[in-house]
């Protein structure tokens, strides 16, 4: 089953830029403990990543990446990082399934002629993704809230998400080597997962090209929807329990 959620998500990301970790951690959390999702599934994320950055390098906005996105979310991503050592790990589960209900929501609400976020309404989200993937290196669907915004072209789009999501994860990577959390057997798993990675990329690619972004990215949010609604009222279950 862990493997179908991250072949899933791999085409999630593959064809839209981002979703890849927030798909899998709101499935598989249902499963496992988020550090062991996180622990075996970011080193196949960021193979994901590195291979989007390489091919699509022309396409990657350069200065909007290093002036304003990756200070904000670098930023906000220490923060992340500092909260999560405070919370347990039911707490942290219950988080995440309200953020991704909050969000899923808010997105299917969304009109595409939706005004302009201002600067600091901006700024603020970018802070606040930044500290979301510190907590679940998942931050993507605030950056995306943000930058949907200000990149209609859609492969622009994916290749500076894919540049963000591979510099971020190297640092949470040595992070959770650091934390003990990234082992021989998570990385044994992430072996597991490789195959994977290949028929994500394949499938990814296609979906990219054939089905209307907007239309995709709808499907994904009522999945997202679904999922971390489940997620939240088994949590709060576990609360009472």
């Known amino acids: 089953m862990f493997f179908v959620i991250v072949l899933v998500a ?41 291979w989007m950055v390489v091919r699509y390098r022309s396409l990657v906005d350069h200065e909007r990446l290093f002036r304003r996105v990756l200070p904000l979310m670098g930023a906000g991503m220490a923060v992340g990082i500092l909260l999560s050592a405070q919370l347990g790990a039911l707490w942290l589960k219950a988080l995440f399934a309200l953020f991704v209900v909050i969000l899923s929501s808010l997105e299917l609400r969304r009109r595409d002629t939706e005004v302009q976020l201002s600067t600091a309404a901006g700024t603020a989200a970018m802070l606040g993704a930044g500290a979301i993937h510190g907590l679940f290196a998942c931050g993507g669907p605030l ?89 939240l009222a088994r949590t709060i279950t576990a609360f009472w329990a």
């Open 10 to 50: 791999l085409v999630v990301e593959a064809a839209a830029g981002f979703g890849a970790t927030v798909v899998t951690v709101t499935f598989a959390a249902q499963l496992l403990p988020v550090d062991d999702v996180l622990a075996a599934f970011l080193p196949v994320n960021l193979l994901l990543s590195a």
């Open 143 to 231: 950056l995306v809230w943000v930058l949907g915004r200000e990149m209609p072209e859609k492969g622009r789009f994916r290749a500076t998400l894919a540049t963000v999501w591979l510099i971020l994860g190297l640092a949470l990577l040595v992070r959770y080597r650091l934390a003990g959390t990234l082992t021989l057997d998570s990385l044994r798993t992430s072996l597991w997962l490789l195959p994977a990675l290949g028929l994500g990329l394949w499938l990814g690619e296609r979906v990219h090209h054939r089905i209307p972004e907007a239309a995709f990215r709808r499907w994904i949010y009522r999945l997202l929807l679904f999922a971390g609604a489940s997620l």
